[in-house]
């Protein structure tokens, strides 16, 4: 079976076309294929479908094998992919999700799709400001679910806050039945904010673009930043800009390399 790693700010994730290549059991490949001694090593696993009511379908795994509703970073790659890889020619790309149809932009160079801009959709904010009680300790959360649901902490160093412990216990907390992702932000000035991420199912991660717009939200709606920010995230920075309702995502996308994998 032919696949293709990619990374978006370093969320790496294993491709799979899927209008060439069949995958029989995605939850347990996935599994397989993430862990970094023996198998390729990814953040997880992603399909690239035909779909009937967008131009394509992504599906997508944990590395755990959970199956997740969207990833920001993963819509980025599929479009560089089907765009550079000549899938389709269109710079406008409709991408059916677990969190619904969402559009992708190409901006391009010299036939390559230097950046991709994503419409993120419109968030749904929950609570601002809650505290729950974690590991015995207090800590106050701001819900935004982009599609996929985040907690987003505000703290005064995220270099140097316990992610590992923190997140794993907020992931698991029983406020959140399904899990959460949790992203521990400071916010740096109006327009820049330093972000790391837990994400439900493989840990801290490099970079987390549905996370990204789920903090912008956050600490726009909290009054601590403008509604267009720079985040700076552990792979490297994403413009975020909530407009008119809509959050947008604007970051790289790369290829890694190709292989084929044997049974």
Request: proline share 3%; hydrophobic share 35%; charged share 25%.
């Amino acid at each position: 079976m032919k696949f293709t790693k990619m990374q978006g700010l370093g969320n790496d994730y294993v491709y799979i076309n899927c209008f060439e290549e069949k995958v029989e059991n995605p939850s347990e490949l996935s599994v397989r294929i993430s862990d970094r001694h023996f198998g390729i090593g990814s953040d997880g696993l992603v399909l690239i479908r035909p779909c009937d009511s967008a131009d394509f379908e992504m599906k997508m795994y944990n590395a755990d094998g959970s199956e997740a509703e969207m990833c920001g970073n993963a819509s980025r790659c599929i479009g560089k992919y089907v765009y550079e890889r000549g899938l389709t020619r269109k710079k406008d790309i409709t991408l059916k999700t677990g969190a619904g149809i969402k559009r992708l932009t190409i901006r391009d160079e010299n036939g390559r799709a230097a950046s991709v801009r994503v419409d993120m959709g419109i968030p749904e904010i929950g609570s601002l400001g809650e505290t729950i009680i974690a590991g015995g300790n207090p800590y106050k959360i701001n819900r935004v679910s982009m599609g996929n649901p985040h907690a987003v902490v505000f703290v005064d160093d995220a270099e140097r806050y316990d992610v590992h412990t923190i997140g794993k216990l907020i992931e698991n907390h029983p406020l959140f039945p399904n899990r959460t992702n949790t992203e521990f932000a400071t916010i740096t000035d109006r327009q820049t904010i330093r972000m790391r991420v837990w994400e439900r199912g493989s840990g801290e991660t490099l970079a987390c673009g549905t996370g990204a717009c789920a903090t912008l939200v956050a600490a726009a709606a909290n009054g601590l930043t403008d509604q267009k920010a720079v985040l700076k995230l552990n792979g490297g920075d994403l413009l975020i800009e909530w407009k008119d309702g809509i959050v947008y995502q604007e970051g790289p996308a790369e290829f890694v390399f190709d292989g084929i994998l044997y049974e």
